[in-house]
């Protein structure tokens, strides 16, 4: 029961991961109006908050999978999907990032 729990979190994680990463230059605006900032500093807010959890989600698989709490299947299945959903949306967030530094 715990291990799917815990899947159905790590999963909502990547997803939300995902999507900050996917619309970060959205995201950036509408906090830049909501906070009087720029859009600038809120994009590169935004692309390291993303990248982070992707970064975060790794090392808890990790963790997890040393400590015997999820089977080696599993593991591989999650780190699949976390190493190619997080890097394609973090190459994304990257390349916005850096077309807007000019």
Do not use: C, H
Not at 78 to 90: D, E, Q, R, Y
């Amino acid at each position: 029961m715990k291990v799917k729990v815990l899947s159905i979190v790590l999963l909502f994680m990547i997803l939300f991961a995902g999507y900050l990463g996917m619309f970060a230059q959205d995201i950036a605006y509408y906090f830049a109006d909501l906070f009087d900032e720029t859009p600038f500093k809120m994009l590169n807010i935004v692309t390291i908050t993303s990248i982070g959890l992707f970064i975060l989600i790794f090392v808890i698989q990790l963790i997890l999978f040393t400590r015997k709490k999820i089977k080696p299947k599993l593991f591989v299945r999650m780190l699949m999907a976390t190493v190619s959903i997080g890097g394609l949306v973090s190459l994304w967030s990257l390349f916005i990032l850096i077309m807007w530094w000019g």
